[in-house]
């Protein structure tokens, strides 16, 4: 059987991420179901889909600031590139508190060691999510998120 | 002036896929690339020497796919682990010393990237030696990335033009569809054989007189044969005057994780292709649900495969379930769109004659759905405006959620890596 997630109440204005990948990778199901997954827990989506260079994403998450950016990558050139493009989103002033998350297999060799998780922290992410905790890992930093933008900072909500 | 009739001798790709047909042995090949040359020559090496009929394979890097050679370059300066060979941001002295002594005749190597703008990548296999690669004008771009469609489609006509021109030297170059494995699971073989057959019509109105039309292996072995078998009696009536071939590869979803379940994968789907007359099949390794593969590992699959195909013979067609007379319809409208393929495919795609479950590009209509049935087959749920003459959709039990879309994707995973199937398919 499937595991069930559940589901939330769309609140009457829905929080909204952006959701993207790195712009090496060409993988979509991740995204797909991440989508699916946020928008069942009451979140409007905005799927950027496969390869999104740093400047689409800055550009469209500048136009519009978003309550989270989930990073999903699964190519195993995420250590190597997540770095640039969190120190690229937190360049933006309006950017620079959002909630930024990164997570899925993020080099070739399907280990992710702590030195890979302390450079994508230390360029700017607030949590990295990698192996079977982190689908469970990303709904509890979601429960962990204030319901509306104004309050507390985001960037302490998660970290 | 060199004529263009009879077909070249030489082109070491075309020649060693001609001669295997005539001796009936199912050709096995990896999907293997490292940045490293030294350990990319002893991949290759090693995929020689395996005990099965090889062909070799040099995989790109993800930079490279999508054109950032700088970054290939760097990445390959440091030292850093990229998923394969970054061939354009190499010097070409580097790639043809890994490939001498090794690339030749007795055994050809194809190039893989998965680019919709290959057009550096062919230049730099052509001046390597090479002269087969694959991909497609909608198969590498689509599922791959935000390129404009009419963007790939001129790429990559200007690419199988750079291909084709080989011939006149004397070489007969090859160009495989990629088609056949659209997002890599979930996508009816319908759509997946019409795609084939399309792309491969396609380099042949730009010069390419030897291609191969791939199909990846699904979830139901009654549905890939009937597919295969579909595939093969469309290519024969779309591509006169053309030396074809089908190549099959393994399934390329969500693999399993046990080693048990993942080399049963790659033996299924090499009985599969000798049951449906594939010539060539592409093999995934126990490694591939966590990392990329080591060559060690990519030999065991090639072996398996080899053992798996020894046991099979070609077998008749299933009973039909409408694959080809849907894929026929699919290519049959494609073709009355316009007279230039490339234009015809851009429109399809607009009017959502063609298009993809589940693919966010945005060049794909996105109104069409599908979902595995009961049986176990992959079946429409939302057919949108695919020229299917009758409506084909069925209806799902229940609608997509994202624990619904893991079970699904991991359908082919779940059935492999379960105890309890193998005992099932002793008894």
């Not at chain 2, 991949?43 to 394979?57: K, N």
């Not at chain 2, 057009?119 to 090479?130: D, F, P, S, T």
Request: overall charge negative.
């Amino acid at each position: 059987m499937p595991v069930v997630y559940p589901h939330h109440q769309p609140p009457d204005s829905p929080r909204h991420a952006v959701l993207t990948t790195i712009a090496s990778d060409s993988h979509t199901w991740n995204l797909l179901f991440l989508q699916l997954l946020l928008e069942e827990q009451g979140w409007e989506v905005t799927n950027l889909g496969a390869c999104v260079p740093v400047d689409v994403l800055v550009e469209e998450a500048a136009a519009r600031t978003p309550d989270l950016i989930v990073v999903s990558t699964v190519n195993g050139h995420g250590a190597e590139e997540a770095p640039g493009l969190a120190r690229a989103v937190r360049a933006v002033p309006a950017l620079a508190e959002v909630p930024l998350v990164v997570g899925g297999k993020l080099d070739t060799s399907g280990s992710t060691g702590p030195d890979v998780h302390a450079a994508l922290t230390d360029a700017g992410f607030d949590a990295v999510l990698t192996g079977a905790s982190a689908v469970p890992g990303l709904l509890a930093l979601l429960d962990g998120l204030p319901e509306h933008r104004h309050g507390r900072s985001h960037a302490d909500a998660v970290r | 002036m060199p004529s263009a009739e009879p077909a070249p001798a030489a082109g070491a790709f075309h020649r060693f896929m001609a001669d295997a047909a005539r001796v009936g042995a199912l050709v096995v090949q990896p999907r293997m690339g490292f940045a490293d040359p030294a350990r990319m020559r002893a991949g290759l090496i090693a995929t020689r020497a395996a005990d099965a009929t090889t062909v070799g394979t040099l995989t790109l890097d993800s930079f490279t796919r999508v054109g950032d050679y700088a970054a290939a370059a760097r990445a390959a300066a440091q030292g850093h682990h990229l998923n394969g060979y970054p061939l354009v941001s190499m010097d070409r002295e580097t790639t043809t010393g890994l490939l001498d002594g090794v690339h030749g005749p007795g055994f050809p190597v194809q190039v893989r990237h998965g680019s919709a703008r290959p057009g550096r990548i062919v230049e730099a296999l052509i001046a390597a030696g090479l002269d087969a690669t694959e991909g497609g004008p909608v198969s590498y771009c689509l599922p791959y990335g935000r390129t404009p469609l009419a963007t790939s489609v001129r790429a990559w006509a200007e690419a199988c033009r750079s291909l084709a021109a080989l011939r006149e030297a004397g070489t007969e170059p090859h160009l495989e569809t990629f088609g056949g494995c659209m997002l890599g699971q979930l996508c009816p073989p319908a759509l997946l054989v019409a795609l084939s057959v399309l792309e491969a019509k396609f380099f042949r109105r730009h010069g390419l007189r030897s291609v191969s039309l791939s199909y990846a292996q699904q979830i139901s072995p009654e549905q890939d044969e009937e597919a295969v078998h579909a595939l093969r009696a469309l290519a024969a009536d779309h591509l006169p005057d053309t030396s074809w071939h089908v190549v099959l590869y393994t399934y390329m979803g969500v693999y399993p994780e046990t080693r048990v379940g993942a080399l049963r994968l790659v033996a299924d789907a090499a009985r599969l292709a000798v049951r449906t007359g594939a010539a060539r099949l592409i093999v995934k390794t126990p490694a591939e649900s966590a990392r990329i593969p080591s060559v060690e590992e990519n030999v065991t699959a090639l072996e398996t495969a080899a053992a798996a195909a020894r046991t099979a013979r070609p077998a008749a067609p299933p009973p039909s379930t409408g694959i080809e007379a849907e894929a026929r319809s699919l290519v049959e409208a494609v073709l009355h769109l316009h007279d230039d393929l490339g234009q015809a495919l851009v429109r399809a795609f607009a009017h959502g004659y063609l298009d993809v479950p589940f693919c966010l590009h945005p060049d794909n209509a996105g109104r069409t759905r599908s979902f595995i049935s009961d049986r176990g087959r992959l079946e429409w749920s939302r057919t949108g405006s695919l020229p299917l003459g009758r409506s084909t959709a069925a209806t799902p039990s229940r609608r997509l959620t994202s624990s619904g879309l893991l079970h699904a994707l991991n359908h082919v995973r779940n059935r492999y890596d379960d105890p309890a199937a193998l005992l099932g398919r002793a008894g």
